[in-house]
């Protein structure tokens, strides 16, 4: 695969910092990247923002797969972490979102979701692992991003009543009216 470098804003830990992203990493990137038959992206942002919290958390907890033994993690504290937790602290909390969040989804979408967003595997590979038919794995991973990004309040737009109750308002003359009853301001 071919980088594609973005530069681009994340929160992380409250703190909102630029980082250097390749979309061409994840199967969840690519997919945002292309575009269907009528022009839309093939996953929305709200489901690439989803995908990419669980991935976030899946690497917080320190669940990707190593090839060496890992000697850095003494369960002192990282130096710049801005939560103040040791590395055990802060893994076995993002091993507890990643739990709630998989438990949300659901046992028929959270294999799915740590396959592609977790794992990196390929909507090709995963259909054939499982014996899906082709073009399924999109489909079924829709569904799965969705409930996902219900689970962490995301949404495509933002939903709320058609118009907000009307609490009070201030006349031009500086005093409020309330039931037509007149007070002067600060009494």
Known sequence: MNAAFERTT?????????????????PLGWLARRRSRDGRP???????????????????????????????????RRPGAPTGLTVSEASLAAKGRMQRALDAVGPEFSGLLLDVCCFLKGLEQVEGE????????????????????????????????????????????????????VSSPGG
Do not use: C
């Open 10 to 26: 994340v929160e992380v830990d409250g703190l909102t910092v630029e980082v250097l992203v390749d979309l061409a990493e994840s």
């Open 130 to 181: 499982r014996g899906w038919p082709a073009r399924t794995g999109k489909v079924v991973l829709g569904l799965a991003l969705d409930r996902l990004a219900r689970h962490y309040g995301l949404a495509a737009s933002a939903k709320g009543p058609a118009q907000a109750r009307t609490r009070s308002w201030v006349a031009p003359n500086g005093r409020a009216r309330v039931d037509g009853a």
């Open 42 to 76: 093939m996953i929305d942002a709200f489901q690439l923002a989803a995908g990419d919290r669980l991935r976030l958390d899946f690497t917080r907890a320190q669940m990707t797969p190593r090839l060496t033994a890992d000697w850095s993690s003494t369960g002192g």
